[in-house]
């Protein structure tokens, strides 16, 4: 696991070592939040994309056509996991060890940092890639590619600053435990291990959280709030034994009651969320089968499900109930990444450009 996430954080080094990062486009702001004023532009099938966070370490070129990927704040770069909670947007600088608030309903967009306070046992924040805010939007929770899932409790802070106590929910074994640690927050060596995860998503009751744990080629349901008496992990979802898939993003939904789940091989899915803890279920279901190149972040609205395809540099909408493809629209040049959504508008970064972006929900 440590090989991958070496050879991961060695690759995002030399991406943005190679496309380096534009100047300008950006203001700071008295309190010394960083802002940016939104650009926008077509795309080949029409639709409108508007760069809201033009980010750091880019190419310096992006959909918008800003012409510019000046740094926003430091420590942002190669943006990747997506949270939307009422008018803020969550995202996880994954080379910059860090995650960044972005404010939806003002024009400017301004971008706050958010301040990590560590409880005992809490690893520090490295390279963050899934994120996941809970149903009443006080707690985001965080997948680090180097093998754990933190909590965050985010409140704001005196002028306009964002603070958050961080705290360890699903650790792997091979952290050595700090003394006075709950040792329930660290997986025994017989459970599923923590390898590489990616993409989460929190379960609609908000009880439970779903990890696409990328290495170890499953998906695994951990509790948000584990007793000292219950195994942090609920369940593990398996690919049938004659598929060798690695989950990139997932997504639950409460209509189907399952849990769907991309593939960086092409793959995507879902399985039925089960109740209780049990041998790994490998009742997957395929989806629109050798649709996709890279099928990527996943997230749903309104009975339909829409997944970004990273290769084909498209996002597609699927009528859950049917398993079809409505629609497939183009946000070429960029590589949509992660998604979210707020119910408008569809989120999505792209770490190749360091921008995150916006298109009308389709």
């Known amino acids: 696991m440590r090989t991958l996430a070496l050879l991961f954080t060695m690759a995002v080094s030399l991406l943005l070592t190679g496309c380096g990062g534009g100047g300008g486009g950006t203001a700071t702001s008295p309190s010394g939040t960083a802002t940016s004023t939104s650009t926008t532009a077509t795309s080949p099938t029409g639709t409108t994309i508007t760069t809201i966070y033009s980010g750091g370490g880019g190419s310096g070129s992006s959909t918008s056509g800003s012409g ?41 967009h301004p971008v706050t940092p958010i301040s990590l306070t560590y409880q005992l046992g809490a690893p520090p924040l490295t390279s963050p890639t899934g994120l996941a805010v809970s149903p009443n939007g006080t707690t985001l929770y965080v997948a680090s590619w180097d093998g754990y899932i933190e909590s965050i409790s985010i409140s704001a802070g005196s002028g306009g600053a964002i603070d958050g106590i961080v705290k360890p929910l699903a650790v792997n074994s091979i952290f050595p435990t700090s ?131 990273y290769q084909a540099e498209t996002i597609s909408k699927i009528d859950m109930a049917t398993g079809s493809a409505v629609s497939t629209v183009s946000v070429n040049p960029d590589q949509p990444f992660y998604l979210a959504q707020d119910g408008t508008n569809l989120y999505f970064t792209d770490g190749n450009n360091g921008a995150v972006n916006a298109i009308p929900l389709p």
């Open 68 to 108: 510019t990927s000046g740094t926003v704040s430091s420590g942002q770069a190669y943006p990747q996991g997506l949270a939307v909670y009422g008018s803020t947007l969550y995202v996880a600088n994954t080379a910059g060890n860090s995650i960044s608030a972005i404010s939806l309903s003002d024009p400017t």
């Open 179 to 309: 003394s006075g640690v709950p040792t329930y927050f660290y997986l025994s060596p017989s459970s599923p291990q923590l390898d590489n995860p990616d993409g989460i998503a929190v379960s609609p009751d908000g009880n439970s959280l779903f990890v696409a744990n990328r290495a170890n080629g499953d998906v695994l349901q951990i509790s948000t709030n584990p007793s000292p008496s219950q195994n942090v992990i609920i369940a593990a979802y398996a690919y049938p034994p004659s598929e060798n898939n690695n989950p990139v993003s997932v997504y639950a939904d409460a209509n189907c009651n399952c849990v769907y789940a991309s593939s960086s091989n092409g793959v995507f899915g879902e399985w039925p969320i089960v109740s209780s803890a049990q041998s790994p279920t490998t009742s997957f279901s395929p989806i629109l089968s050798k649709s996709f190149l890279y099928p990527s972040g996943i997230t749903g609205s309104g009975g339909y499900i829409y997944v970004a395809d």
